[in-house]
């Protein structure tokens, strides 16, 4: 069975950087995307940044320039490096995976929350 484990979550102050790492464990066919997403209390889930079907990168407008995702494929692992974190940064992050020859399998991890104080 195919789990994603999310690292990397915290509390930091505004201006302060984080890096969230989300590993894929068992058998996994074949990762075709992998993405990053956020919900807010009160808010809807949304996405942060991912990788494009044709492996470029891809981010909201809110975090251009200072969200960086990257992967290693050889460990099934993405990553989201965050800089100049803001308050309305906070929020639980997710990440999500898209797999399979046909993208379908969906997997999601099990969110990690992010806080960005003052």
């Known amino acids: 069975q195919v789990q994603l484990v999310e690292s990397g979550g915290g509390l930091v102050q505004a201006g302060g950087s984080l890096r969230l790492s989300c590993e894929a464990s068992?058998?996994?066919?074949?990762?075709?995307?992998m993405a990053w997403y956020r919900q807010a209390p009160g808010k809807r889930r949304e996405l942060v940044a991912a990788f494009t079907r044709g492996g470029s990168s891809n981010y909201a407008n809110s975090v251009k320039g200072r969200f960086i995702i990257s992967r290693d494929n050889a460990k099934n692992t993405a990553y989201l490096q965050m800089n100049k974190l803001k308050p309305e940064d906070t929020a639980v992050y997710y990440c999500n995976f898209l797999a399979g020859p046909n993208y379908e399998y969906d997997y999601w991890g099990q969110g990690t929350q992010v806080t960005v104080s003052s």
């Open positions: 068992g058998n996994i066919d074949r990762i075709n995307a």
